[in-house]
């Protein structure tokens, strides 16, 4: 498998990756918000694991979400 096939197929799942957890994480936010768990003007940490174990990979990307 060439190299680019190898990048043309990551950019496939992190893009579905990236639209589903926008999603999940807008969801979760407009919900602490609603109830009063946040209060709009924080700063919170976030992390993503992303795993295979056929490839034995495990990797966590922590970033932080500014309101």
């Given at each position: 498998?060439?190299?680019?096939?190898?990048?043309?197929?990551?950019?496939?799942?992190?893009?579905?990756?990236?639209?589903?957890?926008?999603?999940?994480?807008?969801?979760?936010?407009?919900?602490?918000?609603?109830?009063?768990?946040?209060?709009?003007?924080?700063?919170?940490?976030?992390?993503?694991?992303v795993?295979?174990?056929?490839?034995?990979?495990?990797?966590?990307?922590?970033s932080?979400?500014?309101?």
């Amino acid at each position: 498998m060439k190299d680019e096939a190898i990048a043309a197929a990551v950019e496939r799942f992190v893009k579905k990756l990236s639209y589903s957890a926008q999603q999940e994480l807008e969801r979760a936010l407009r919900s602490a918000l609603a109830d009063g768990r946040l209060q709009g003007h924080e700063s919170l940490t976030a992390a993503v694991t992303v795993t295979s174990e056929k490839v034995g990979l495990m990797a966590t990307i922590y970033s932080t979400i500014d309101l």
